[in-house]
């Protein structure tokens, strides 16, 4: 697979571009900046993300694992007694379940940001381009991934819409 | 007609009275903006900086020196007696971590509440908080007695088939503390993966490249990852806020849920959070008006950012100050003959009173300073009044430790502490090492979130533009 990286001026050319290309059927597209650009998940059809729910069901596990853990070790398999309490109070365990609550959530979207975008991942064929090191730098650019036959009409399509260079990304063999 | 000008330009003024000192100088393009903050990442390594990298690599030859010394003689070596058992370990430890939380605040409980003037100061708050954290983490290790036992912390199956007791204040530290460093780390991280991938296409030399490639996992600046990421970190934000404050809470229960006077008090946790913020925004400041000095980053780190950390030392230092004056209301009005004898006698007249008047001077008056704006924009004042602060709570802890466990509730078991040499070595080492970290990372990584100005300055021309075209669409 191909992709062809074509630069844009600003925000709104890019996005002109992105919404042209969806309607032209593109779908393999991609956008590149060095910040955040608003709206463009609309321009490109992405869905939300859905790292709020791996967060919620890794916080939910978390705490109440860390609750069990406490009721289990301290309530059941090694009762300690301290000062005639009860072996399993709840009030002292509320810190510790909020803490790996806290824990796993966190962890869950880090490792969920890795899933979902494929980290690590040092090669890609986009850093073929040498041009494109701007992309992360001051530069917009938009990708999109061809087929050998689409190469040509999407080529020309991107000059139309007003990319100020476009090139091919190959992987290296 | 003349009167709607007149209103017109009344606005304009109204708006710049209300925006004050702008977040960023000028308006500089991407380009511009990263080769100015990458700058120290490219630039040969200066004198300056080598000496004091030397200065802070000595003191953490120290700190590992004294370290060994611990390992191979035990706690004997410091000056913790009995009742004293929590002395330098334990003041170092709170005086650490309180340290850590600003960079939390700023980082999170700011962008949360959509402070602008976060951005520029984000990346440098939370470095602080990371290598603050380390320091925190060495202190209650090494006073365990037994370090080398230190994993009998964590519950885990042992041969021993015993488990933790987590009805302990100290229980509830490890889990807080270790998962405070996590949170951090990978806050810091994630917002750090857009940087390290500009380093990494910025980077003339090939070595570069390929370690700054390796450290940014391959981020493309895709709309997929920015969508992802933007989640992630705010939730991680999210999250961090009651962290922090739940860290320090927990940190103040190890006194709190105890029974010696003067730890004895429900005040503990707010005035513990209170104090937290406040040392930390003091260290903030401490270290970042050399730096951005050093790095030319006025234009980034402007006066507005200054100058809102300064109100936000003044307000903390009115809650701690709230926080000493309820506590001696409360040691007065309970009746209690011995919270009464430490808040009158032992902490006005005691052995340490030089300590407690230091603080009160430190954490009460100096941050009054800030009430006038022509202290506020002098940097040798602000710097100086910060540090002081740094001194003030480091005070306060003391005032909390060791004053409140020398004279309990016996007479007969009353007993003084003098910290030795190896407490002494521990404490200005673990200084050096957090130096250490700090000079490695200014070096290295970016100091100022890039992507993130960039980001803020995109905003701002908006606001610019559709400032410019609103009143003449409106009349």
Redesign the interface.
């Known amino acids: 697979m191909a992709y062809l990286l074509a630069e844009f001026k600003d925000d709104q050319a890019l996005l002109a571009a992105a919404r042209r290309l969806r309607e032209l059927g593109h779908h393999r597209l991609d956008a590149h900046s060095p910040y955040p650009v608003h709206g463009i998940d609309e321009a490109l059809g992405l869905r939300k993300s859905r790292i709020p729910l791996i967060a919620l069901v890794g916080g939910v596990a978390g705490a109440v694992g860390g609750y069990v853990m406490q009721w289990w070790m301290n309530g059941v398999d090694f009762v300690i007694n301290v000062g005639n309490r009860l072996p399993h109070s709840p009030p002292t365990n509320i810190p510790i379940t909020f803490e790996t609550g806290v824990l796993l959530a966190s962890l869950s979207i880090v490792l969920g940001l890795f899933a979902l975008c494929g980290f690590p991942r040092t090669y890609h064929p986009v850093f073929e381009v040498e041009a494109f090191r701007t992309a992360s730098v001051d530069a917009l650019w938009l990708s999109a991934e061809v087929s050998g036959a689409e190469e040509e009409p999407v080529t020309r399509e991107l000059h139309q819409l007003g990319a100020l260079q476009v090139s091919l990304a190959e992987e290296a063999r | 007609m003349s009167g709607v000008i007149r209103r017109v330009a009344v606005e304009a003024k109204d708006l710049e009275l209300l925006e004050g000192t702008p977040v960023l100088a000028g308006r500089p393009?991407?380009?511009q903006l990263?080769e100015d903050l990458f700058q120290p990442v490219w630039a040969r390594t200066r004198r300056g900086w080598l000496a004091l990298f030397g200065i802070c690599a000595a003191l953490t030859g120290v700190l590992f020196t004294a370290i060994g010394y611990t390992f191979a003689v035990g706690v004997g070596a410091w000056g913790n007696n009995i009742p004293v058992a929590w002395a330098f370990g334990i003041i170092n430890f709170v005086w650490w971590i309180g340290i850590g939380h600003a960079g939390t605040l700023i980082s999170a409980i700011l962008l949360l509440f959509q402070q602008r003037w976060r951005t520029s100061i984000n990346r440098f708050a939370e470095a602080m908080t990371l290598f603050a954290v380390m320091q925190a983490g060495l202190f209650p290790i090494l006073h365990l007695g037994r370090p080398w036992f230190a994993w009998w912390l964590f519950?885990y199956p042992s041969t021993l088939?015993?488990?933790?007791?987590?009805?302990?204040a100290l229980?509830?530290d490890v889990?807080?503390v270790?998962?405070y460093f996590?949170?951090s780390f990978?806050?810091w991280?994630?917002g750090l993966l857009?940087d390290l991938?500009?380093l990494?296409?910025?980077s003339k030399s090939r070595a570069a490249r390929i370690a700054y490639?390796?450290f940014?996992?391959?981020?493309?600046?895709?709309?997929?990852?920015?969508?992802?990421?933007?989640?992630?970190y705010l939730?991680?934000a999210g999250?961090a806020t009651?962290?922090v404050l739940?860290v320090h809470t927990?940190v103040s229960?190890d006194f709190a849920i105890s029974q010696v006077p003067g730890w004895h008090t429900t005040i503990f946790p707010p005035y513990f959070v209170a104090g937290a913020i406040f040392s930390g925004f003091a260290m903030v400041l401490s270290l970042m008006i050399p730096a951005r000095k050093a790095f030319h980053f006025e234009h980034v780190i402007t006066q507005h950012h200054i100058d809102n950390m300064t109100k936000v030392l003044l307000a903390t230092g009115l809650m701690v100050s709230y926080g000493y004056l309820c506590e001696h209301f409360m040691a007065w009005y309970s009746g209690n003959p011995y919270e009464y004898f430490v808040f009158f006698n032992t902490r006005l007249r005691g052995p340490y009173a030089p300590v407690y008047w230091l603080m009160l001077f430190c954490n009460v008056v100096v941050p009054h300073v800030f009430w006038w704006k022509k202290a506020r924009s002098n940097m040798a004042v602000v710097w100086v009044a910060a540090l002081l602060v740094n001194v003030g709570m480091w005070t306060e802890r003391f005032n909390i430790i060791v004053t409140s466990l020398h004279r309990d509730f016996l007479p007969s078991s009353w007993a003084n502490y003098k910290p030795t040499i190896v407490d002494w070595s521990i404490y200005v080492g673990t200084l050096g090492f957090f130096g250490f970290l700090f000079l490695l990372f200014l070096r290295f990584v970016p100091s100022v979130a890039?992507?993130?100005v960039?980001?803020l300055r995109?905003e701002l021309e908006h606001e610019a533009h559709a400032r410019e075209h609103a009143p003449a669409q409106g009349r």
């Open positions: 393009g991407d380009r990263t519950p088939g015993i488990w933790p007791q987590f009805k302990s229980m509830w889990f807080a270790s998962t996590t949170v990978l806050f991280y994630v857009p991938a500009a990494r296409d910025a490639g390796i940014s996992l391959g981020w493309r600046g895709s709309a997929a990852h920015w969508r992802h990421w933007r989640i992630a939730l991680l999250l009651p962290l739940s927990i229960f890039a992507s993130e960039k980001e995109r």
